[in-house]
């Protein structure tokens, strides 16, 4: 493969026979020259090569990482809608029929189960409550005036936490903050 910027020997035109003969001095520097300039364009092709490779090893691990990111929303969804429900069930009583305390811890045992296969995955909860408002990871929702004790900006409720997936956010948490304190 010949580059365009150096002309083919064939078309350049013979020196002219009047032409005095380079002395070996001046044949030396120009190839000395020519080296050093094809050195430096084997060093930039070089480099580009590498450049291309080091992008295309980057873009294949983003795509393994995030190539499962809708999946992992949806997944999300049904972890927190399990939560939700088990929230929802009355507290464990003294005399409760056998078969909803068993039902009752089936059903923690599958949340806590599902936890594990989302986190050994890269899908991380993010617990809001309590923590500073965090633009990049919570969704405000509401704002409520600060309790005594409760510094302004502080997440007073979470309605969901925030998940992320290898680092990424993938659903932030849907938070009331800590306005100004009441009075």
Do not use: C
Not at 49 to 64: I, L, Y
Not at 83 to 99: Q, V
Not at 124 to 148: I, L, N, T
Request: overall charge negative; proline content about 10%.
């Amino acid at each position: 493969m010949t580059d365009p910027q150096t002309p083919h020997p064939a078309d350049i035109a013979p020196e002219a026979p009047d032409a005095p003969a380079p002395t070996p001095e001046e044949r030396i520097a120009t190839l000395e020259a020519d080296l050093a300039e094809m050195k430096d364009r084997w060093l930039r092709a070089e480099a580009e090569v590498q450049n291309v490779r080091n992008r295309g090893k980057d873009e294949v691990e983003k795509a393994r990482n995030y190539a499962a990111q809708k999946f992992a929303g949806d997944v999300v969804e049904i972890f927190e809608n399990l939560h939700r429900g088990l929230a929802a069930l009355p507290a464990p009583t003294e005399g409760e029929p056998e078969l909803i305390g068993r039902m009752r811890e089936g059903f923690e045992g599958v949340e806590r189960f599902m936890l594990q296969r989302l986190e050994a995955n890269g899908v991380v909860r993010k617990d809001a409550q309590g923590q500073p408002f965090d633009p990049d990871f919570h969704q405000a929702m509401s704002e409520a005036p600060a309790p005594a004790g409760v510094e302004p900006g502080t997440v007073l409720q979470a309605w969901s936490s925030a998940w992320t997936l290898n680092g990424r956010l993938l659903k932030p948490a849907m938070v009331v903050v800590a306005g100004k304190p009441a009075g």
